[in-house]
């Protein structure tokens, strides 16, 4: 699975649209929306925001593994 799947994915599993998951996660409308794309990938700190994020709504998913795409 792609970066961008997985965060499409992460999103869809918490019922959110992109605005509404940018807001939860402190970034822009924009940004979520580069990531689904493929056209940017989160730096570190926004890596730490969306696993925090998906530890705290018992979302599944290995964020070291999305490092290593």
């Not at 689904?36 to 018992?58: F, H, R, S, V, W």
Request: charged share 35%; hydrophobic share 40%.
């Amino acid at each position: 699975m792609s970066f961008s799947e997985s965060i499409k994915k992460i999103r869809r599993k918490a019922f959110l649209t992109q605005d509404s998951f940018a807001k939860k996660l402190g970034v822009s409308f924009a940004t979520v929306n580069r990531w689904e794309t493929g056209k940017a990938k989160p730096n570190l700190k926004a890596m730490k925001l969306i696993d925090d994020y998906c530890k705290q709504n018992n979302i599944k998913i290995d964020v070291c593994e999305l490092i290593d795409e």
